[in-house]
């Protein structure tokens, strides 16, 4: 028996197979690796909340199958696979929807048009997973990744950070890597959700700063 017993139930291990698959070209920083320790995250906090695991198991697993990012923006891609997984796998209508939900709404660039009219406490424990996974050392890590995917400088010291973006600016914002730090990882730890998350994430956070404290002492000479 896993850690947690709703890892056991054959819809979910139906799932992992099918993410892993769908996951196995992608970028460090949203492969199944992320998204298990997404889902490591979401049991973890899930187990402090009254919250259907089942649920947070699926919401977890299917959140970036289909990230819009790598499919020209178009924010129905993942939704729909989704969907179309779990009414093949004979999942119940409620908990269909309720999944389907989840991924329209969990992604950070919807919260900044105050558009996501959803809320659901399976949504904030896998919102706060995934913000977790996008800080700390995972965080930097990830955040470089995509800047080298990008072909991104690390740091230009002539272009500043870009604050209050609304959700067009953030997704055209080529921002320089160390710039993403101050557009969004630094200010996930005051919009975390749950209390276990918030805990979480200031240990993150802290280490961050004096990620950056060093990088900059090591970039303009100590
Ligand atoms: P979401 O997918 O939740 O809308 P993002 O688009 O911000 O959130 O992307 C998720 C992760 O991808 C970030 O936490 C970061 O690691 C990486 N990322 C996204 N945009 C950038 C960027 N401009 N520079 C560096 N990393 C980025
Ligand atoms: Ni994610």
Same mark, same amino acid.
């Given at each position: 028996?896993?850690?947690?017993?709703?890892?056991?139930?054959?819809?979910?291990?139906?799932? @992992?197979?099918?993410?892993?698959?769908?996951?196995?070209?992608?970028?460090?920083?949203?492969?199944?690796?992320? /998204?298990?320790?997404?889902?490591?995250?979401?049991?973890? $906090?899930?187990?402090?909340?009254?919250?259907?695991?089942?649920?947070?198991?699926?919401?977890?697993?299917?959140?970036?199958?289909?990230?819009?990012?790598?499919?020209?923006?178009?924010?129905?891609?993942?939704?729909?696979?989704?969907?179309?997984?779990?009414?093949?796998?004979?999942?119940?209508?409620?908990? @269909?929807?309720?999944?389907?939900?989840?991924?329209?709404?969990?992604?950070?660039?919807?919260?900044?048009?105050?558009?996501?009219?959803?809320?659901?406490?399976?949504?904030?424990?896998?919102?706060?997973?995934?913000?977790?996974?996008? @800080?700390?050392?995972?965080?930097?890590?990830?955040?470089?990744?995509?800047?080298?995917? %990008?072909?991104?400088?690390?740091?230009?010291?002539?272009?500043?950070? %870009?604050?209050?973006? /609304?959700?067009?600016?953030?997704?055209?914002?080529?921002?320089? /890597? $160390?710039?993403?730090?101050?557009?969004?990882?630094?200010?996930?730890?005051?919009?975390?959700? /749950?209390?276990?998350?918030?805990?979480?994430?200031? %240990?993150?956070?802290?280490?961050?700063?004096?990620?950056?404290?060093?990088?900059?002492?090591?970039?303009?000479?100590?």
């Amino acid at each position: 028996m896993t850690k947690y017993p709703i890892l056991d139930s054959s819809l979910i291990k139906s799932t @992992i197979g099918f993410v892993k698959k769908k996951l196995a070209d992608a970028e460090a920083g949203h492969d199944w690796f992320h /998204t298990h320790r997404v889902l490591n995250n979401a049991l973890n $906090i899930a187990h402090n909340e009254e919250a259907n695991l089942e649920i947070v198991a699926l919401g977890a697993l299917l959140h970036d199958i289909a990230d819009s990012k790598f499919h020209d923006g178009d924010e129905t891609v993942g939704p729909a696979i989704a969907q179309e997984f779990l009414e093949k796998h004979n999942a119940g209508q409620g908990l @269909i929807d309720h999944v389907v939900q989840i991924i329209n709404n969990i992604s950070y660039k919807n919260s900044l048009d105050g558009n996501s009219v959803f809320e659901s406490k399976e949504l904030f424990i896998i919102r706060d997973a995934d913000r977790l996974d996008a @800080i700390g050392a995972i965080g930097i890590a990830r955040c470089f990744n995509y800047g080298g995917y %990008k072909n991104r400088p690390f740091y230009d010291p002539d272009i500043p950070p %870009k604050l209050n973006m /609304t959700k067009e600016e953030y997704k055209s914002a080529a921002s320089p /890597t $160390i710039n993403h730090f101050y557009e969004k990882l630094l200010l996930l730890k005051d919009k975390m959700h /749950t209390d276990t998350g918030r805990k979480m994430a200031e %240990k993150r956070h802290a280490y961050m700063l004096e990620f950056l404290e060093q990088f900059f002492q090591e970039w303009y000479g100590e």
